[in-house]
């Protein structure tokens, strides 16, 4: 019979597995019930992971660089502040600019 240890050792090679429990404990030889009591026995317990150094190395997994899809904006966007002005502001803006122009409209002051 397994010790406790040994089903948090289970438990956690079939959540890092990725399979289901059902493929993980045919191919392991115990049924997925037994995986599903003892996954819900440690988290009740507050550990699922055994209480032994026996941890894993981690696992790298292979990164994919794509090119930025952010849609290309055409229109100017209003920002609507609330004193009731609106400043619009259209494609290509000097942030630095925008910065000064938002604080001078957010005052309470006439323009």
Not at 44 to 71: I, M, R
Request: charge should be positive; proline fraction near 7%.
């Amino acid at each position: 019979m397994a010790t406790r240890v040994e089903w948090a050792e289970r438990v956690g090679r079939w959540e890092r597995s990725g399979l289901s429990a059902e493929k993980f404990a045919r191919r392991e030889g115990y049924k997925a019930k037994q995986l599903y009591w003892w996954r819900w026995k440690l988290r009740a317990e507050g550990t699922s992971q055994p209480s032994t150094s026996s941890t894993q190395a981690p696992q790298f997994l292979p990164v994919h660089v794509v090119a930025d899809v952010s849609p290309v904006v055409t229109e100017p966007i209003e920002i609507a502040l609330p004193n009731g002005r609106v400043v619009r502001v259209r494609p290509g803006f000097d942030p630095a600019t925008l910065e000064r122009v938002l604080a001078l409209a957010a005052e309470e002051t006439s323009c």
